[in-house]
């Protein structure tokens, strides 16, 4: 098991609220796995927690054989993660730079680095920017620099916040072919996202939190759209709970939804889980075949 994390409680400051309380969490090799879950579940605070940000008020984060705070050292050279890239780089430094500096934190330097940074470069489509001060990149090209900088790591655990957040289609595809390739290579990742284009990288699961807790829920595979329908709703779109539908892929308005359905799976599938949320279908409009 590459990640274990047994009853997990964590706070902020003196609230009395646990963020999350007694949380489990098991990922084995070459997993995948998308963390759901509406604003202020703790997504964010998870991933803080399994990269070694914050520690937690009791419990236990294994990261191989190793104890995330009782060998913090060890445990850290077994991950990497993308979590600030707006606020983690030196704004001076190019491109480039940031990459050399962070990877000789890890012990990597000279040739290793060099071809180490020209695949993460190349990988997220950056060659052309290797020399430009971060301070002069886009919003979105400096996403792609948090997760060049991640995935430019050797390691078996990618941890990442929202990765496709701020990017384009292209950027996003390059997003997912790192996913499966590090995937492919016996490596872990988890993140967090409300995109649910998202969840098509998932080796068959999700984490769903609620309550402070952790839901691993199953989750086919999307290789391809069959349907899209446009649904007519009465009942409360709670953004918490219909984030847990994710064939949910656009909220029109109160009242209508428009849902993908996904290769292996049927429109009545679907309409159970939006019955379980207290949603009540009205209507099903065609939005056509893709």
């Keep these: 098991m590459l990640v274990k994390a047994m009853n997990v409680t964590l ?6 609220s646990p963020v999350l309380s007694g949380l489990h969490l098991k990922v084995s090799s070459g997993s995948v796995l998308p963390i759901l879950g509406g604003n202020g579940t ?27 705070y009782k060998s913090r050292k060890i445990a850290l050279m077994h ?23 962070f990877l000789s934190l890890r012990g990597i330097y000279g040739i ?7 695949l993460a470069l190349e990988r997220f489509d ?15 090209q400096r996403k792609k620099l948090g997760l060049a900088r991640a995935f430019a790591a050797p390691v078996g655990l990618y941890i990442l916040d929202e990765p496709t957040a701020n990017l384009d289609t292209k950027a996003c595809d390059l997003v997912y072919r790192a996913i499966a390739e590090a995937s492919a290579n016996g490596c872990s990742i988890l993140f967090s996202t409300h995109n649910v284009a998202d ?18 829920v199953p989750l086919e595979t999307r290789d391809s759209v069959t349907a899209r329908k446009r649904l007519r709703i009465t009942g409360s779109l709670d953004p918490e709970l219909i984030v847990s ?9 109160p009242s209508e939804v428009e849902v993908d359905i996904p290769v292996g799976k049927s429109l009545g599938s679907v309409l159970l889980a939006l019955e379980r949320i207290g949603i009540e279908v009205n209507e099903v409009i065609d939005g056509g075949d893709e």
């Design 11 to 16: 706070n902020y400051g003196k609230s009395i």
């Design 245 to 253: 539908i994710p064939e949910v892929s656009t909220v029109i308005s």
């Design 79 to 101: 991950l990497s993660s993308s979590l600030y890239s707006e606020r983690s780089f030196y704004y001076r430094l190019s491109a480039l730079e940031n990459l050399r500096y």
């Design 199 to 216: 969840l098509a990288t998932s080796t068959g699961d999700v984490i769903y939190l609620k309550g402070g807790a952790a839901m691993r």
């Design 112 to 118: 290793k680095a060099s071809e180490a940074i020209n």
């Design 126 to 140: 950056l060659q052309t920017l290797a020399d430009t001060p971060f301070m002069h990149l886009s919003l979105g």
């Design 42 to 68: 703790g997504k964010t605070t998870l991933l803080k927690a399994l990269s070694g940000l914050l520690r937690p008020r009791t419990g236990s984060i294994m990261i191989g054989e190793s104890d995330l």
